[in-house]
């Protein structure tokens, strides 16, 4: 039974049969939503019945068209929606834009990018990427505050609506910002998650009403582990917040190979990873797929990396397990000192790494109650027998 309190006006005498197909009690005071063609070409599709009250509207369900997810490319880049591109710093994340870019203005159906960068130079950086990339740059549009100089970005919320006129005036596609901490207003902290959602919520706002595809790039932080969650950088709002998010990862032991694919998604199954390798072309860098075919995601391509090291040409793991087997499993700071020093390194490194390792997913080292030793986590070496006289403690002990 609807509740019509509130709508005082209302003669519910009026309605003979409430079970009918055609009882509709709000029928008189519906107010119609705007449609695409009234909208300029943007806005949401179709006339809806809604009843408004202090700003607020309820729509019914039957009000509302079934859609099926689209995608701009092949399992990538869903329309109406925000993407999360993170990788850490310097590993490919702009060639792989340009690599994007490429993509999608070209083919039968070229779409209109908007760009937002404060990193990369736009003529001796982003321009030669789209050229050698294969882009159409005359698809492509550069938002600045100066013209002349073509540096300044804008700022999120407070340009949003700028933002929204060069869309609908351009007939934009797709808004690709790199970074994305470039347009966050310096009022908002990012390591607050409420805040940062009320960074990320007006974007993905802007892609629903507009009907663009938003590309967030960001880096990781440098948290190590195969836990791919723990990777985002600056705040876990920034995952949680978007439904589908890419991620770039390097190969450890090759330098021009470059993975991507899709790390998250809320929309449909995980597309396998690719691989790409960097290649120059009179002096500038840019992507090309391998032939190689990959059936893992991206997830376990991180794990793959992982399960040997965690990248650090430096990282002294191995030796530590060799040292930890014979100690029953414990070892000291001194102990992980000493395997640095021997190796040419310092004390600090040795720190370092026994912050890394505890801070692992899973851990990798657990604290004991005896201040400087520490337990191997012996569940990521099952081919060692498991010793019961030995335990292990959690950091919180």
């Not at 943007?42 to 202090?54: F, K, M, P, V």
């Not at 073509?150 to 700028?162: A, I, N, S, W, Y």
Request: with cysteine; proline share 5%; hydrophobic share 35%.
């Amino acid at each position: 039974m609807i509740d019509n309190n509130w709508h005082d006006s209302t003669d519910e005498s009026e309605f003979e049969d409430e079970t009918s197909d055609d009882f509709d009690p709000w029928e008189e005071d519906f107010t119609p939503l705007p449609t695409r063609e009234s909208t300029g070409g943007t806005g949401r599709l179709g006339a809806r019945q809604a009843i408004e009250s202090d700003g607020l509207f309820v729509v019914r369900f039957s009000q509302i068209e079934t859609k099926r997810v689209e995608y701009l490319l092949p399992g990538l880049i869903p329309k109406e929606q925000t993407t999360i591109l993170i990788g850490e710093e310097g590993v490919g994340k702009g060639l792989y834009c340009s690599y994007l870019i490429a993509q999608l203005t070209s083919g039968d159906e070229p779409k209109n990018i908007l760009l937002i960068s404060s990193e990369d130079h736009p003529e001796s950086v982003i321009k030669s990427r789209l050229q050698v990339a294969g882009a159409a740059d005359s698809l492509v549009f550069l938002t600045v505050k100066d013209p002349e100089t073509l540096t300044g970005v804008p700022t999120f919320p407070k340009d949003l609506p700028t933002v929204e006129k060069f869309i609908q005036k351009l007939a934009i596609d797709v808004v690709v910002i790199d970074p994305w901490l470039s347009v966050v207003s310096g009022n908002i902290q990012i390591k607050d998650t409420q805040q940062a959602r009320a960074a990320l919520d007006p974007l993905n706002a802007l892609a629903r009403n507009t009907g663009v595809s938003i590309i967030l790039v960001t880096h990781t932080n440098r948290q190590v582990g195969t836990s791919t969650r723990n990777m985002y950088g600056a705040t876990v709002a920034l995952r949680q917040a978007s439904r589908f998010c890419l991620m770039a990862v390097a190969d450890p032991n090759e330098s021009d190979i470059l993975y991507v694919g899709v790390e998250k998604s809320n929309l449909s199954e995980k597309s396998p990873a690719v691989k790409f390798r960097k290649v120059s072309i009179d002096g500038t860098a840019k992507l090309e797929v391998t032939d190689e075919s990959l059936n893992i995601t991206i997830n376990q391509v991180l794990e793959t990396f992982n399960q040997v090291s965690d990248g650090r040409v430096t990282d002294k793991w191995e030796a530590l397990i060799i040292l930890a087997s014979s100690q029953d499993w414990f070892v000291s700071r001194p102990d992980i000192v000493d395997l640095y020093v021997e190796d040419g390194s310092t004390a600090e490194a040795a720190d370092k790494a026994i912050n890394r390792w505890k801070r692992c997913d899973p851990p990798r080292l657990f604290s004991t109650p005896i201040r400087g030793q520490y337990s191997i986590n012996r569940n990521l070496h099952p081919e060692h027998p498991i010793n019961s006289s030995s335990e292990l403690w959690d950091d919180a002990s």
